[in-house]
């Protein structure tokens, strides 16, 4: 008997036999991660790891986004009154850690642009397929916060200190192309190629020995769970610090206004 689906607001999830698709379904937001997909993320994909009827996962966006980050009047809402960020917080840690105790493998199909959380996301997963027009940075800083959401965690370990501090302290945004170049991601191809190769890959994969696949991929990220272990608590507090700074409230202002925004180190 067919395992039933759980039902969420912002999350789709799908069976195609024994790949389950996870799809973050915000489109009109270009699924910008708001209170609600903040909350439903972790419980989504603490399911699907322990799914029984599934043995890869899919992990993609609706729409024309992987993820566009933080929800922009979520944002100003939670700089308003920063104990609702520290709930947030907490949601962001329990996503980066949901996403490394999943055993079985995670694609994800990078659709469209992955920003800030949506790149901690995208770069969790363990193959990273994406279209050629899309982009992919953490420009907390660009807002005044401190990337302390995943970024500090998986930048480094799939590119290396030097180049993931270049980007994650400028927040710079990087093409598919270009991340596919220096190894942040696995692929960039054409768009109209991205769900061929995407479904070859996962067929790949289900045809596998799934056992050795699995366990294959808790060995390899044992050191990842280390260093997530050693970051995210003082990742967090520094981010919930930051959200408290009047850079932050700036940042958020010229974000809205279309502006540079005017930082004093506040």
């Known amino acids: 008997m067919t395992r039933t689906l759980p039902i969420y607001e912002t999350i789709l999830l799908e069976r195609r036999g024994r790949l389950l698709v996870v799809t973050l379904n915000r489109p009109d937001a270009l699924n910008a991660v708001n209170r609600v997909l903040h909350d439903e993320l972790p419980d989504a994909l603490v399911f699907a790891g322990t799914d029984p009827e599934s043995d890869v ?54 659709n469209g642009h992955a920003v800030g959380l949506g790149a901690s996301i995208a770069l969790l997963c363990d193959i990273v397929f994406a279209a050629d027009g899309a982009k992919i940075g953490d420009p907390h800083v660009g807002i005044g916060l401190v990337a302390g959401d995943g970024g500090a965690v998986v930048w480094a370990q799939r590119i290396g ?26 692929h960039c191809l054409p768009a109209g190629e991205l769900d061929g190769a995407v479904d070859a890959f996962c067929a790949r994969l289900l045809a596998g020995a799934p056992n050795a696949i699995r366990w294959t991929k808790i060995l390899t990220n044992m050191e990842l769970k280390r260093i997530a272990g050693a970051v995210m608590e003082a990742g967090i507090a520094y981010e919930s610090l930051s959200v408290r700074s009047a850079d932050h409230r700036e940042g958020i202002a010229a974000l809205k206004e279309k502006r540079a925004p005017r930082f004093t180190g506040r």
Request: glycine share 8%; hydrophobic share 50%.
């Open 57 to 110: 996962i899919l992990l993609t966006g609706a729409g024309r986004a992987f993820s566009a980050g933080g929800d922009i009047a979520h944002m100003e809402q939670s700089a308003a009154d920063p104990h609702l960020f520290d709930h947030e917080a907490r949601q962001a840690k329990r996503i980066v850690f949901a996403m490394l105790d999943i055993e079985k493998p995670v694609v994800c199909r990078m």
């Open 161 to 186: 200190l030097a180049k993931a501090k270049e980007y994650l302290l400028t927040g710079e945004l990087l093409t598919a192309q270009k991340a596919a170049e220096i190894g942040l991601i696995n």
